[in-house]
């Protein structure tokens, strides 16, 4: 089950799109701070990286979620 639900969130980050894709991949797996990812997605600031952050997860969600279902 676990192995399928990780196969699963692959799809789902493949199906995401850019910059969402990566977004996430700089915060959660490179481990970047909002004011780095900010400064290289070309953001004004932080708080704008945030918001952008949060609507790619509720995107990667809604994809996990239809795939999982």
Do not use: V, W
């Not at 995401?16 to 959660?28: D, M, N, Q, V, W």
């Not at 990812?37 to 949060?54: L, R, S």
Request: aromatic share 12%.
């Amino acid at each position: 089950k676990r192995h399928n639900e990780f196969l699963i969130m692959e799809n789902a980050m493949s199906k995401i799109g850019e910059p969402c894709k990566s977004l996430l991949e700089a915060y959660y797996i490179q481990k970047k701070q909002m004011l780095q990812i900010a400064a290289d997605f070309g953001y004004t600031n932080a708080d704008n990286a945030k918001t952008q952050k949060y609507k790619c997860l509720q995107r990667l969600k809604k994809l996990f979620f239809q795939k999982l279902g």
